[in-house]
């Protein structure tokens, strides 16, 4: 018996048993390692995704991951799910597609903040308002990480960033109160030190119908952290734990984020909504009777 | 296989280019679309919103058209035939996805009804300048499939050849068509389902595990398709891959990738290219011309016939590929070509490219916002042939 045909015997006993690494099933492991920095979060979000997937309950083979451009584009392809690694800013009209062409799927979006609130900004305001069936994962790292640390919608006013030499001066984005004012059903927004929370937010998130959106902050060592001598990706952490504080329930419109301030975190918005293609069979079977048959109710593919 | 009669309005129609063009691609089995209003195109849309409900499907008016040129392809891995339509500022917009396609091979037909440029340009008038856009309008190496209808019965016909090719070959097909195309009245005869030849997506019967999504051979350089969903567990990307999908940026893979990509038209133009030739054996002038404008340049063809030239007229109903070597053969007998289009010279470049010196080329310009008097296209025939 070869060394690697034991090492994978004692995956599936250590499996058996709920000992040992519980995410490796989860990834494309022949596509390992990842591109990530060292104190990079992202990585930990994905291990939170892996285990909201174990504790989903859902087939893996009915969920499938979209991702824009950027280092947290990268997931989907980490993944050993259907995956899709589209266009910069893109990923939400893609999996609009996706989810309507076959609506057996649950289908999740997986992307950094400069993607889904940049270039994607607008597509992500009209899925939240047509309440598209997706679950949104919105890794906020403050930058664009992957072109080498440039100001974002996220950024906050004061840190530099390499197009913000002299330090930025915009105002930001409050995300969770933009994803609510334009119709997301489930909001929510935690950190990479609230793992336990995050992982169940995102399961929350798949069990959940309609647009979703969960954002979790999440250190750039690299090129936001140390470039404004907040130190590494552990300092980040530890900024996250001593400056979080849970609200469940919060005003949206009172969790915006300033640099290095206070973060408020927890499950802002949990409501029903009629879904696109709820909506749009309940109209047009009212409307056209007889002549129209429910879309996507038997196999997905009527 | 054969159309599915759900989606066939079998019977004789009065109807204008883009109503026909909609009936071509449900015919097809086009079963989602993703528009975005812009004129002359939206009428092709808002058919298709009003048929699809009752045929069964989905359309989706999205907020744009960058949105609106992804969203199919999103469909198209989650199993549907797709189209996307638009005109000049929108296919502009659009030309990214139109990459994406090429590059993860996504079949899709992408309708351009042309009116008057740049930018804004004359919305409501036509023109065929952006016949270059098509194909050099993304970034990178690629190829692609433009057609070119000249009546409201090719816009049904060549639209279900269009869905055939994108569905055989996996690349982007253009469906080209102009303002006065689009917007002409005329009979349209839509025959019965099992009169209608459809391409069946290129499914793999392989189980997951063995299935590699970018697999091909030396014969067949087309992969099979999976779709989300099926249990193949696939990764598709933009970025330069591997046969699993998987992004790999080396040289070597961009080289064995993009080669690939490319030279399934390529090698493959002789079979693709599709003209239709009238009296071009012995002719001294040869017209070569493509969708409105070959309505015109055959009224020039007939005044120049009654004068008692000799000149043929090749139309091309494929532009690209460009039917290099039928030119090329051509151009050994005859003495001139007469390239008649709305534009101010784009695939007279390819007649000159073809014809490499060994005839005279003449160009007939115009800067766009109705098609040209037959006169003028006489007046260069005629010139042609002194």
């Given at each position: 018996m070869s060394e690697g045909m034991g090492k994978e015997l004692e995956q599936d006993l250590e499996r058996e048993l709920g000992l040992g690494n519980q995410v490796?099933?989860?990834?494309?492991?022949?596509?390992?390692?990842?591109?990530?920095?060292?104190?990079?979060?992202?990585?930990?979000?994905?291990?939170?995704?892996?285990?909201?997937?174990?504790?989903?309950?859902?087939?893996?083979?009915?969920?499938?991951?979209?991702?824009?451009?950027?280092?947290?584009?990268?997931?989907?392809?980490?993944?050993?799910?259907?995956?899709?690694?589209?266009?910069?800013?893109?990923?939400?009209?893609?999996?609009?597609?996706?989810?309507?062409?076959?609506?057996?799927?649950k289908v999740v979006v997986y992307s950094g903040d400069g993607d889904l609130s940049a270039i994607g900004g607008n597509h992500f305001l009209h899925a939240a308002r047509r309440n598209m069936d997706l679950m949104v994962v919105c890794v906020n790292n403050f930058t664009y990480g992957m072109t080498g640390g440039q100001v974002a919608p996220t950024t906050p006013t004061g840190p530099t960033q390499t197009t913000m030499p002299y330090g930025n001066f915009e105002s930001s984005f409050n995300l969770p109160a933009l994803a609510n004012a334009c119709g997301a059903v489930y909001v929510a927004r935690w950190t990479i030190y609230h793992v336990r929370q995050l992982a169940k937010a995102m399961k929350e998130g798949l069990q959940k119908k309609g647009f979703v959106f969960i954002e979790a902050m999440s250190p750039c060592p690299t090129l936001y952290s140390r470039r404004n001598r907040l130190g590494d990706g552990v300092d980040q952490v530890k900024y996250y734990k001593e400056r979080s504080i849970v609200k469940n329930g919060a005003d949206t419109k009172d969790v915006g984020l300033t640099y290095q301030g206070d973060i408020v975190v927890g499950k802002f918005v949990d409501r029903e909504r009629s879904t696109w293609m709820d909506s749009m069979n309940e109209h047009y079977t009212k409307v056209l009777g007889d002549k129209f048959t429910p879309y996507g109710v038997t196999d997905g593919q009527d | 296989m054969q159309a599915?009669?759900?989606?066939?309005?079998?019977?004789?129609?009065?109807?204008?280019?883009?109503?026909?063009?909609?009936?071509?691609?449900?015919?097809a089995g086009c079963r989602f679309v993703a528009g975005y209003p812009i004129t002359p195109s939206t009428e092709i849309v808002e058919r298709f919103a009003s048929r699809i409900p009752t045929v069964g499907g989905l359309f989706i008016q999205m907020e744009d058209e960058l949105a609106?040129?992804?969203?199919?392809?999103g469909a198209v891995w989650g199993g549907k035939k797709v189209m996307s339509v638009s005109s000049g500022p929108g296919i502009s917009l659009m030309m990214e996805h139109l990459g994406y396609a090429f590059m993860t091979e996504t079949p899709?037909?992408?309708?351009?009804?042309?009116?008057?440029?740049?930018?804004?340009?004359?919305?409501?008038?036509?023109?065929q300048a952006d016949m270059m856009q098509a194909k050099w309008g993304s970034h990178g190496d690629f190829e692609v499939i433009a057609l070119s209808p000249n009546s409201p019965q090719e816009c049904f016909d060549l639209m279900i050849k269009a869905f055939n090719l994108t569905e055989t070959w996996r690349v982007p097909v253009f469906f080209m068509m102009d303002e006065v195309v689009g917007h002409m009245t005329e009979r349209v005869e839509i025959p019965s389902a099992d009169k209608i030849e459809i391409v069946e997506r290129k499914w793999t019967t392989k189980e997951p595990g063995e299935y590699k999504p970018y697999e091909t051979t030396a014969e067949d350089p087309v992969p099979y398709m999976t779709k989300a969903g099926d249990g193949h567990r696939i990764h598709v990307t933009g970025l330069t891959h591997d046969e699993r999908g998987y992004p790999n940026m080396t040289v070597a893979t961009q080289e064995k990738l993009v080669k690939r990509l490319n030279n399934k038209i390529r090698d493959n133009a002789d079979q693709l290219v599709d003209v239709r030739e009238d009296g071009v054996e012995g002719a001294d002038v040869v017209v070569v011309s493509y969708g409105i404008t070959?309505?015109?340049?055959?009224?020039?063809?007939?005044?120049?016939?009654?004068?008692?030239?000799?000149?043929g007229h090749l139309r091309m109903v494929i532009c690209w590929p460009f039917p290099a070597k039928r030119i090329k053969e051509i151009a050994k007998k005859a003495k001139a070509f007469v390239v008649p289009e709305i534009n101010l010279g784009q695939m007279v470049l390819e007649v000159e490219r073809a014809v490499a010196g060994s005839a005279k080329v003449v160009p007939v310009t115009h800067a766009g916002g109705t098609v040209h008097e037959p006169g003028v296209i006489l007046e260069k025939i005629m010139e042609a042939a002194r």
């Open positions: 490796l099933p989860y990834l494309r492991q022949d596509r390992l390692p990842h591109i990530w920095c060292p104190g990079c979060g992202i990585g930990t979000t994905m291990n939170c995704f892996t285990r909201a997937l174990q504790d989903s309950g859902l087939d893996m083979d009915d969920i499938a991951i979209v991702s824009g451009i950027g280092c947290t584009g990268r997931t989907a392809g980490y993944l050993n799910l259907d995956s899709f690694h589209t266009t910069h800013g893109r990923a939400i009209p893609f999996a609009t597609g996706l989810k309507l062409a076959n609506p057996r799927l | 599915d009669p759900k989606g066939v309005l079998t019977g004789i129609h009065f109807i204008d280019g883009d109503h026909a063009a909609c009936e071509g691609a449900l015919a609106a040129s992804i969203t199919i392809q899709s037909v992408w309708v351009n009804v042309q009116r008057g440029g740049p930018s804004t340009g004359l919305p409501t008038a036509p023109a070959s309505r015109v340049a055959m009224a020039a063809v007939a005044q120049a016939r009654a004068k008692g030239l000799k000149v």
